[in-house]
Every structure is written in C-alpha cells, then in structure tokens.
C-alpha cells in the first residue's frame, strides 16, 4: 500500500491473528481448518463468511468480500486505511513509521482530521469544566430537571456552552487557526466574527467507537425560534449517517456482556434517560433515517434491534423504510409500542423501569407493526376503506419469511375484517411479489467466466492454497494469460525460489480494493475453503486444466498466425507463418497425446 514500509505492514500483521480481531466483532464457529460465520457485510441466514487462520484472510463465499485483517478491521471500524493502520499498531504497541506517508495531500488530510479530532477533545473538555465552573446554573437545574444521575452525567460526558465567544477565543489561545476552528464545526463565523456553533445550549458531545469525540450536540435551555437540538456540521471525522450516539458506551458493555437486543431511540435525552434507568444496551439515531451504515454499526453488536420511537402517531409512521432496511441487514426487527404521545424518557419518568420494561414485553415484529400502522389510516367501519386496507395488508403479508407466518398474519386479517381466510389466502396467491430491499452486496454472485477463465482460476488458487498435486508443477510453463494471474504466478514462483512460504494475506497488497482485478482475486478466494483441492478428481482437474491453457494459448498463436496471414502479399512471409502454424499443430497434438 503507498505511502507505509512494506516490512512494517508484514511486522504489524505477524503481530496479529485475524481470527483473535474477528472473534471481537462477531461470533465464530471452527469447521475443519476455518473460522465461520454469518457475513457482516451482507444479509445470509447460513455461514458462509470463512476466517482462515493459516493464510490470515477473510473470505465470503456469498458476496464475495475479501481481504486481510487490516481490510477486516478498517470494515469493521469505518476507517480508512491509514488510521486502520495506527489503530492496530497502537493495539500491539508497534510504533508508526516516520516516513509513513508518501504525498502532501495524504500528509494533509491526515493532518488535518487529528487536528480537527484535537479541536474536538479540548472542546469537550472546555464544555466540561464550564458545567462544573459554578456560571452554569441554567444548565445545572436542566440536568436536576431532568433527573439525570451525576455519574450518568460524568458518563456522557455533558458539558455546557455559556455563551457565543468564550470558546473561539479559547480555542484561539490553544493556538488553532480560524480555518481549522471553522472546518471541526464547532466554530462558526457570522459577519465576520467567530462564535461557538452551540452558544448557550447544553452540550451532548458525539463519540465514536473508538472513544473519539467527533461531533457535539447541543439543547437550547429556553424557548427560542432556534432548533430545541441541532448537531455541528459534518466533517472530515463526522458522517450523521454512519454514526449512532452512545455507540461508545455499547462496546464497552458489549466487552462486559453478551447483548442480547439493542434498543433504537431517536435522541440525546431519551438515551440518556434509558441508560440512567438500568437499560444500557440503547444507542440514538439522532433523528436521521436510518441507513445501511447504521444498520451495519448495530449487527456488529447483536442481531435484534428494538425501535423504541415516540408514541404520537408521526413518530410510530416515522422510517418504515429505515426499519426495513435493518431487516435487510439480517437484524431481526421489532418495534415497541409506547403510549400515545409519550416517548421513552417520559415512559421513564412517568412509569419507571418496570412499566418500560412491559413496553419492551409488547414489542411487536416489524411486518406487524406495518400492518398496524396500515390500520390507523382507514376506517375499517367503511367498506371501501376496509376493502382498500385489505389489498395493501394482502403486500405486506406476502413479505412475510416464512408460510406459517402468513397463515397467521392472514388469521387476524380474517377476524379484524371478516373476510373469510380463504378469500384472502387466495388474494395473497394472486398477489405480486414484492422486491425485498436489500445491501449493496449481492447475495449470490453471478460468474459468466469461460471454462479457459474458470481453469486458469483453479490452477492458480491450487498453487495458492499448496495443493498437493502442485509440488512438481513447473509453474514456468504455464501460459498464464489473465494478468492478474500472472501477476499471483509471478509471486508464487518466487517464493518457491527463494524456498519461502507463501503468505496469503500479503497478496491482499497487490491490487487496489474495489477494482475488476480486486474482484477476479475474491473469484479465485472462492476455492479456499480447500475442499477442492483433495483427492484424485482435484487432481485430474488440475491437470486438465494446465493443459486446456497451454492449448488454448497455442489455438491462441495459430488464430493470429492466419489473420497475419490473411493480410501478407509476399509469398515467403504466407510459408513462414504456414510453417509455424504447423509447429504448433503437432504441439497441440502432442499434448493432446501425452494426456491421454
């Protein structure tokens, strides 16, 4: 990878098992020589994401995902490759190299996300001591208002904004420039002056998992015509989209714990509210729609979310397409249903822990819940709207997983409607399907590849994988004609050269992610589940297969021999090519012969 020593890169990862950092972020379960699991990058009720300890790679046989344990963490974590890189060295306690960058952009960039990271944590801090500097008194009695513990307080980190330019000139004396001030967001210019982008408010930084504050949120204290809560702009180290509150907090709990569910807020308070009240495994939307990274962050915790949104009748129509894309995700769904016009702080003030622990009880699966908030748009004491409520209810319970769940689904249909079950059993067999939604990862993936492409495949990831039948393989001989082939033969033949061992996550290095050679090398991953590679029917193959390249590649030579030909006028050149094509039939022949 540029811009990081290649020997440093090999002295990072010999430090590191993948299958130890996979076991962190999801459950694995051994099979023969491999690690399986679910795969976290797309939706799969079967295994078939394989953590291979020997070569230290990750491959799904489903999507196709692929990669090295740095590839593996930088997935996981949402980060680029470089602050992968220095995660996982301070991790083993192996210092960054010097010169670990090789341009002044890259340079930059880096520069500027760990200044704007600083900016963040002196901010936190100055926000902190405001609350505890005796000037917060407004601030103080929210907070008592609110009946927040002050170990919760302390937890979360809340801090407090006095007023508009105490902090731009703090942070002017910490010594950053106005751009740098104005690019982390907390520091906004209005008519040529800096002010704090939270003046006046209550401040709920936003911390990501890796215990780094990135963003603040902030509550005004009375009313205004300002927005009650707003979050600073995204930046460089702050996508909305990509980041839950409290997520912090959830690893911590998750390192404690196993967690069984997650439950889904919208904001700052009500998560706050919950975890004062004993339930800690909740995290906060902040008010987005929800999104595939969303979805993603939480399956790394557990696989059943439990969307606790307010009561009123907006709140409870609020991301349907949200929920559904967490159930695209394979999380398991449900939502809890809160008295009308409640949300879940004031559950928790008004009822305590037990009477939202029975919210929690009621929890309903999401296709449920889409029929109920179906329901509350008709009124099914008329028979045009009933009958029109019956055809939409009809499409959601065709989404439904499984026939036994429709069956029930169409029962309570029957007995809210009166029409008999089988009137509506035979609307639902009429009834089109609907197209699930579902991740960017595809599911099973096509593969078009010609028998010659799929044979030189097999070669290759036998030579990679140390097949038995490959020890005397002259590997020279093989006409590779696939670049990417070559290149992996190329890198084969020297380590048998130099009489080293092939390690496999190094050839992760070779092409850049997301390109067509990127994604022929997770064609050829396909095979390392190693159960191709024994006995004599993988044996015959290879060797059916070296021969149908090297005689492809002379069908190759005499193709382009006659169409030169074809283009010659000089009687010496027509008998030269004609001679030639002659020396490689009788080689065709010959091998034909020889494998015979």
Known sequence: MPGIDQD????????????????????????????????????????????????????????????????????????????????????????MPQTAFDSRRTAENKRRRDTILKIMNDCAHFYLDNLNSGKADAHIQYILNRRIPSGVVRSFGLGASLNFTDLPRFLMQKGYSKQDMIDSGT??????????????????????????????????????????????????????????????????????????????????????????????????????????????????YTDT??????????????????????????????VVPLPEGLDPDD???????EGYQRCLDAAMPLIDYKLLVLERGYDLTKTEDKRRYVSEAIRIVKTADSAAEQEDLLKKLRDKTGFTYESLNRDLAAAPSQLEIKSDK????????????????FVIASLLFGADYTADTDIRAIPFTNEIHAILAKYILSKRLMDERIHLSEIFEFFEENSPEYEELTRILDYSDGAGFT???????????????????????????????????????????????????????????GAQ
């Not at 889904?264 to 919950?274: C, F, P, Q």
């Not at 004599?536 to 021969?547: G, H, M, P, Q």
């Not at 021999?561 to 090519?577: E, H, M, N, P, R």
């Open 187 to 300: 520091v906004n210019e209005v008519e040529g002056r800096l002010v704090d982008a939270q003046g006046g408010r209550l401040i709920f930084p936003i911390i990501n998992a890796l215990d780094e504050v990135i963003a603040f949120g902030g509550r005004v204290l009375k009313k205004t015509d300002f927005a009650k809560y707003k979050n600073t702009k995204e930046t460089v180290v702050f996508n909305k989209s990509k980041t839950l509150y409290n997520i912090n907090l959830l690893k911590k709990l998750k390192r404690s714990q196993t967690i069984k569910e997650v439950i889904m807020v919208e904001g700052y308070m009500d998560t706050i509210s919950l975890y004062s009240a004993g339930f800690k495994n909740v995290v906060a939307s902040m008010g987005t729609s929800l999104t595939q990274d969303q979805a993603r962050l939480i399956k790394r």
């Open 8 to 95: 440093f890169l090999r002295t990072l990862k010999d430090k590191l098992n993948i299958v130890d950092v996979a076991s962190g972020y999801f459950s694995l379960e051994k099979r023969g020589g491999s690690y399986w699991a679910c795969c976290p990058f797309h939706h799969e009720k079967t295994a078939s994401f394989s953590v291979n300890e020997s070569g230290q790679f990750y491959h799904c046989f489903g999507c196709g995902a692929s990669g090295d344990v740095i590839k593996l963490v930088s997935e996981m974590e949402t980060l680029d490759f470089m602050d992968t890189v220095k995660l996982l060295a301070e991790r083993v306690g192996l210092p």
């Open 347 to 353: 559950v928790i003030k008004q009822q305590g822990a």
């Open 442 to 457: 595809r599911e099973e993936r096509a593969d078009n590849a010609s028998a010659s492409l799929k044979a030189s495949r």
């Open 305 to 334: 979310v439990l969307i606790s949104y307010d009561g009123d009748a907006a709140g409870q129509k609020a991301n349907l397409r949200g929920l559904d894309i967490l159930k695209g995700e394979g999380l398991n769904v449900k």
């Open 535 to 593: 006995g004599e029917v993988a044996r015959k193959y290879f060797a059916d297969s070296v021969l149908k390249l090297k005689i492809d590649y002379i069908d190759g030579e005499i193709g382009e021999l006659k169409a030169k030909s074809k283009k010659l006028t000089d009687i010496d050149g027509i008998k030269q090519c004609a001679a030639r094509i002659d020396e490689l039939t009788i080689q065709k022949e010959k091998l034909k012969n």
